[in-house]
């Protein structure tokens, strides 16, 4: 597992033993999946332009986002923004599952973020935030 964050996006991986590829994937997709790791509500339509909304319900909080790209073999993109701060700027996460030697790499893009103090504690906090999930990620999927 690394997480890095190269200034303008945060770079996350974590190789998922005997996991394939679609199902790496699902647990983005997948409400049961993604209530697991994340926590979140998931409503979420698999097609270009598709809602991509969790909501957390004990925080308040709403992730209002669209779908970019899904293929739910290897990959899926979406935007989003909390629905709380909605002047907050457009973020965006791709998501790629690719076959390894042991079963899946799982990566993770999430960004962009500027140059601004506000932007690089933001940064830091979706870098934090993957360092927490993607052991999260890999127990929810070993099960």
Not at 19 to 44: C, S
Request: proline share 7%; with cysteine; charged share 30%.
């Amino acid at each position: 597992m690394e997480v890095v964050d190269d200034g303008r996006v945060v770079h996350a991986w974590i190789e998922l033993k005997g996991v394939e590829p679609p199902e790496a994937i699902r647990a983005f997709t997948d409400p049961v999946l993604l209530r697991e790791w994340w926590g979140g509500e998931l409503e979420m339509e698999p097609e270009p332009g598709g809602a991509y909304v969790v909501r957390f319900e004990s925080q308040g909080w709403t992730l209002d986002g669209k779908v970019v790209t899904y293929h739910p073999e290897s990959r899926l993109t979406f935007t989003w923004t909390w629905e709380h701060h909605s002047d907050a700027p457009l973020r965006g996460v791709k998501v790629r599952a690719e076959p390894s030697g042991t079963g899946t790499r799982l990566e993770i893009e999430h960004g962009p973020h500027g140059d601004s103090e506000a932007e690089k504690e933001e940064a830091d906090s979706h870098r934090e935030g993957w360092l927490h999930f993607l052991p999260r990620i890999a127990d929810c999927l070993s099960r």
